[in-house]
């Protein structure tokens, strides 16, 4: 019987869905792994290399080959020419004519050129290497929004989690102060008021009971969706005693973000790309000079109406060639203008971001300087809340209080203890959304402030 037993205990524990302790560092780990939109940022960092690949190939020499054959027809016809030959004299107003009608036609060509001065080449390479610079950046970017976003549905899970197991304790409460008012009133010593305001009050909190499952429920696919960890397997686990830490000055954060931030660089670089576009169209960029080299052969042979006949010519060329348009129709200073236009507005959207994030800097910044005192002084609220619960039970058991009283108590019991877990969360969120404000939120950032967690009961 005892073998027995200890085989079906090991058959559920495999059958059962696997339930440990994720900390916040895992949370962020299976992220990486699983999470959709880092994905599509991982594909786009890819294109970096390639551009910078364009980049450097933009100023090699290029090389094109090509060939052509087919049926063609040619005739050519000259007069008035002068001839002469050895032995054969001199004869002037001589006729020359060629005929080749439906003969075979064939033509190769060889060109290399070398840009040797070309503005629109070079604005077209800056902006390659701009772009390369801003997937790279997007991808960091997008690696510090994860940590922020798993850290958030981290800690919502969290506190959903807090919140159902303070409604399950308080129900538990009110059933027994419900079963309480009910004894009570059967032996005469209590109205039947204080069983309808039990009965009202365990009521609202099943409501509230369903409700809070609910949200734990959708915050709990969150980030199993995110992390790809099955919602069975998480068990996440709120900030303990967060400990206090004095921020530096907002204006050193200021600077720090000022010059790190990931959407800061990001504005920058593109209105970077926006001043090389410009360039590209100005009206001293249009002239380019080339290093180009060529070699061809056109041949056509067959028969026309002087018989047979075979016309080839070979060309060969090394120089310098110089290109200068004279007249776009105001194409180009069109699309001078329109850049400009463009580069104004992304100077502006850089303005913007920088407002944007020291607004957001500052935020973040007074949260983590007021949030440790405010965690203080909700701690000492549910102290005080616990003792008020404590000493309204007794009253009621002696007659001075009445369940009333008690509900209330309660109900102000739970809510402290509810405020304190969320109190408690978002000042470890504000640690972490200031330094992704100022750039600087990585795994070890993150690893501190997983060590919240391991203390926490």
């Known amino acids: 019987m005892r073998r027995t037993l200890r085989i079906t205990l090991l058959a559920l524990a495999c059958s059962a869905p696997a339930a440990w302790a994720t900390d916040l560092l895992q949370a962020w780990q299976a992220a990486q792994q699983n999470d959709r939109e880092l994905a ?17 190939a933009l100023w090699r ?26 032995g054969l004299g001199t004869s002037s107003g001589v006729n020359f004519g060629t005929s080749v009608t439906g003969g075979t036609a064939t033509r190769w060509a060889l060109q290399a050129s070398q840009p040797l001065y070309n503005p629109q080449r070079r604005a077209q390479q800056q902006q390659l290497g701009l772009q390369a610079d801003m997937a790279d950046l997007e991808w960091q970017a997008a690696q510090q929004a994860l940590m922020l976003r798993t850290a958030q549905r981290y800690f919502d899970v969290a506190v959903a989690q807090e919140a159902l197991q303070v409604l399950d304790r308080q ?12 004894d009570r009133f059967d032996m005469g010593s209590a109205p039947v008021t204080d069983v309808h305001e ?12 369903w409700a809070a499952q609910t949200d734990l429920d959708v915050k709990r696919r969150a980030l199993a969706d995110s992390t790809g960890l099955a919602p069975t397997a998480l068990a996440v686990r709120l900030p303990g005693a967060v400990a206090a830490v004095a921020p530096r000055a907002l204006e050193a954060w200021q600077q720090e973000a000022e ?43 067959g028969s026309g109406d002087h018989g047979s006949a075979r016309n080839k010519s070979v060309n060969a060329l090394v120089g310098v060639q110089l290109t200068v348009p004279l007249s776009t129709g105001g194409w180009r200073s069109a699309k001078e203008e329109e850049a400009l236009r463009l580069l104004d507005k992304a ?6 971001t920088r407002e944007q994030v020291a607004q957001q ?42 369940v009333l009283d008690l509900l209330g108590a309660e109900n102000d019991t739970a809510a402290a203890r509810l405020a304190l877990a969320q109190a408690r969360a978002g000042l470890l969120l504000d640690r972490l959304r200031l330094a992704q404000r100022a750039g600087r939120l990585d795994e070890d950032t993150l690893r501190e402030a997983n060590q919240q967690l391991l203390a926490a009961p």
């Open 40 to 56: 599509v940022a991982r594909a786009a960092q890819a294109t970096a290399q390639p551009r910078r690949d364009q980049a450097a």
């Open 61 to 86: 020499p290029g090389v094109a080959f090509t060939a052509t054959a087919g049926l063609a027809t040619g005739e050519s016809e000259m007069r008035g020419a002068q001839f002469s030959a050895p």
């Open 171 to 182: 129900l538990q409460a009110v059933q027994k102060a419900t079963t309480e008012a009910q």
């Open 198 to 209: 039990a009965r009202a009050r365990l009521a609202a909190l099943r409501a509230e009971q």
């Open 259 to 301: 010059a790190a931030n990931p959407a800061i660089r990001l504005q920058q670089l593109a209105a970077d790309i926006a001043r090389a576009e410009a360039e590209k169209h100005r009206r001293g960029a249009s002239a380019t000079v080339d290093l180009v080299a060529q070699a061809g052969q056109d041949r056509l042979h």
């Open 347 to 352: 100077q502006a959207q850089v303005q913007s």
């Open 361 to 402: 800097v500052h935020a973040a910044w007074l949260g983590l300087r007021l949030g440790a005192e405010r965690v203080q002084a909700l701690n000492e609220a549910l102290q005080a809340s616990e003792a008020r619960l404590d000493a309204t039970r007794t009253g009621l058991e002696v007659g001075h209080r009445t």
